[in-house]
């Protein structure tokens, strides 16, 4: 993603979607401390919210390549 854009809402921190062999949603977050797993519905649906505006901003993946070529040659100056 680029740095470019200013706030988005995977600055708040990592987090995992799951689905179980059930169908069951669930969202892991963790922290420096801890890590707490969501099975709450609306809790799943606020991580799953910040997911889609993830992707939306998210480059393509020939574009990412790009980026990632231009951050490594910056970083061998």
Request: no cysteine.
């Amino acid at each position: 993603m680029s740095t470019e854009g200013g706030f988005h809402p995977g600055l708040l921190g990592p987090f995992v979607l799951l689905e179980t062999a059930e169908h069951e949603h669930l969202a892991y977050e963790e922290g420096q401390a801890s890590g707490v797993l969501y099975a709450d519905a609306e809790k799943v649906s606020l991580f799953t919210r910040r997911h889609d505006m993830i992707a939306r901003r998210a480059l393509s993946p020939e574009r990412s390549a790009y980026f990632i070529g231009e951050l490594a040659e910056e970083l061998e100056r």
